[in-house]
Structures are given as C-alpha cells and as structure tokens.
C-alpha cells in the first residue's frame, strides 16, 4: 500500500490513525487500530506477512477488527479474513439541499455524563459500531424528549481535510419528523465551516439510505470492501 501518493479517503483508517487522531490509535509500525473501546476499525500498512503478523499480535486471541480496503484483502496465515460488505463512500462539499444555515434549537452537544444514554440509543437502532469511548471521535450532538435521548448524529474519522458524519439514529418513536436531517444538516455546516469536507459510508445493498443521502447532495466517489478479520486459530 502506499498510502502517501493516494486519496487521503482512499485508506481512511491508516491515515486517521497517523494523523489526526493518533491520540486514539494503538498498534505496531505496520498496524494500527483504534482502541478497541473506541473504534472496531484497524489498518496496514502494508500487506506483507510481517504486517500479518503484527496485525495478529495486535488484535489478541480472542480480538477481531474490520477493515475498508480497495480491494479484498488476501488470506494470511496468520489472520482470517471475512468479507462483509461492500461500502459507498459519499462525499458531500456543498451546503444542504434547502438548508437556511439555522440551528436546531433543541440539538445538544453530547458530553462525557450523556455515554450511557448513546449507547442505549444505538444499541436499539443499530447505526452501526459504537463504543464506551466513540464519543472521543469527534462532536456528537442529540435530541431529547424529555429526558430520553430520541435522535443523535455524530462525527467519527477524520483526516486532513474531511471529516465523516456516522451515528445517525433516530429512536423508532420518535421516526418521520425529519429528526436525523435536521441533526446532519447541522454537523454539516459546522464541518464546512470549519474547512473540511463531510463525508459518510452506506453499505450498498441500503437503498433507502443510499437515496436519502444522494437527495441531501451525497455523492458516491469510491466503493470499499469491508472486512473482519481475526487471529487464525491453531495456525
């Protein structure tokens, strides 16, 4: 791999993990990871068997990681490798469709105290990965009703230049008022008006999702393999 030459979005996770957000990462020269309390997502450097090896080192006996790479990684002695899905990356420069620059007023800035009720929320509509300490990615903000976290939307990886807006979940009691707009709208104003580019990821078989996002003025600009991997067993 030779991440240098590349789109800075082309290895997202290595380039977050040497980058801005080396302050999360753990791992070895040839592989990284984010700390398994924030993040699943690990990266190579290089596929060599010494990359392998210290992937495996990495991820422990009973660990496991998942990786977006431009093409299907090769199986390796030391690590199994299963295929998941094939993910669209969306880029998104301009402001929102039909978006007057106002905030949402009842969008709150999500803080250390608000961890218990993230997960609860994501537990019950499954956004996608959230841990303990996902909240440390970047700037989550949500909804309340009451007392009850309803909607959140947050921002995940980050590399010079782009920032990813993931997270976005809306509790099913609280679905078809426009909540997950509104909250995206808002991360999207702010990641514009801070220089960078928002972008997000949608597996592909989610067409639904897919035309949300391309009426908000998504664009796809590169499909990504995703894949699990573990140490391999008795190798």
Known sequence: MTHATSHPLDHLVWNAL????????????????????????????ETSPQAFQE???LLGPDGFAVMPVLAPLPQAMEIDVEPVGVLCQMVAADPPLGDNGGEDVRALVLGEADVPDM?????????????RRTREMGRYIGIRDGARLV??????????GYTEISAVCVDETHRGQGLAARLMNQLRRAILARGDVPFLHVFEHNHAALALYEKSGFVTRRRFHLCRVTPAAGR
């Open 18 to 45: 040497t980058g801005r957000q080396a302050h999360l990462a753990v791992g070895s020269p040839r592989a990284l990871r984010f700390h398994p309390d924030v993040a699943p997502f690990a990266a190579l450097s």
């Open 55 to 57: 992937l495996a080192a």
């Open 151 to 160: 909607a959140m939307a947050g921002e995940r990886m980050q590399v010079e």
């Open 119 to 131: 997960l609860d929320l994501t537990a019950r509509t499954k956004p996608g990965p959230f841990a």
